[in-house]
């Protein structure tokens, strides 16, 4: 399958810093790339997403100037956690699609970056 | 609204048992159906994925069913080993491409 990075892994910042994460496709070109969050032992909440080039578009109750969201290539996408507290701390996770593959509009998922806020 | 429940929320069973996880969805109109296996701290990494033709679908010691008229999926573990811990997420894919998440399947497996 398509490999899809993410940078850092972990992270642990102070209250009211911010946080950039990095989403990489490494193999394949991404069309369309998304942002998930996920709390302990609950599924994953999309976020937000992102279409190279263009703005992205974020689900009910995500607040855009406080996730933002870039996707200026193909291969690259990143979140920024502004002014971060610590009810931010949680696990992202980004996923990229790119053509289809199979037949499927299929996602492939990054390992996830652990967001800590002190 | 579109949903998708799986049952049991958690199970321990031992090494090289066999075990069936289940998943209903309410997704309309609906695209395919994918399991995932994500081990703790790690993103979810593709299983399975069907479509609505499709009955069953085999990756090594996982299978997966569908019955795309009842709207009910499993997932089948066979001989389970100790690395299968993790939670197994049935993804549902509507027509607009738009995906539904269970909250996961927790499998431990003991020695």
């Known amino acids: 399958g398509a490999v899809v990075s993410q940078h850092p892994s972990r992270v642990i910042c102070k209250s009211g810093t911010s946080v950039k994460i990095e989403c990489r496709s490494l193999?394949?070109?991404?069309?369309?790339m998304f942002w998930y969050r996920q709390f302990p032992k609950k599924s994953l909440m999309l976020m937000a997403t992102?279409?190279?080039?263009?703005?992205?578009?974020?689900e009910q109750g995500v607040e855009k100037d406080k996730f933002l969201i870039n996707h200026a290539s193909l291969t690259l996408s990143t979140l920024t956690v502004t002014s971060a507290h610590p009810e931010d701390s949680s696990f992202y996770i980004c996923?990229?699609?790119?053509?289809?593959?199979?037949?499927?509009?299929?996602?492939?998922f990054g390992p996830g970056t652990r967001l800590t806020v002190l | 609204k579109n949903q998708v429940e799986q049952s049991p929320q958690s199970l321990i069973i031992l090494e090289g048992k066999n075990c069936t996880l289940q998943?209903?969805?309410?997704?309309?109109?609906?695209?395919?159906l994918r399991w995932y296996k994500q081990d703790t701290g790690r993103g979810p990494v593709s299983l399975t994925i069907?479509?609505?033709?499709?009955n069953t679908k085999s990756n090594g010691r996982y299978t997966a069913t569908l019955d795309a008229d009842t709207k009910q999926s499993s997932l089948h573990i066979t001989a389970s080993q100790l690395s299968d811990s993790a939670s197994y997420i049935c993804v549902v894919a509507a027509g607009n491409n738009r995906l539904a998440f269970g909250k996961g399947n927790q499998v431990v497996v003991i020695p």
């Open positions: 193999d394949f070109q991404a069309t369309t």
């Open positions: 069907m479509t609505f033709s499709e």
């Open positions: 998943c209903n969805y309410t997704v309309s109109p609906f695209s395919n």
């Open positions: 992102s279409n190279e080039g263009s703005k992205a578009t974020y």
């Open positions: 996923s990229a699609r790119g053509t289809k593959r199979g037949g499927y509009n299929e996602q492939f």
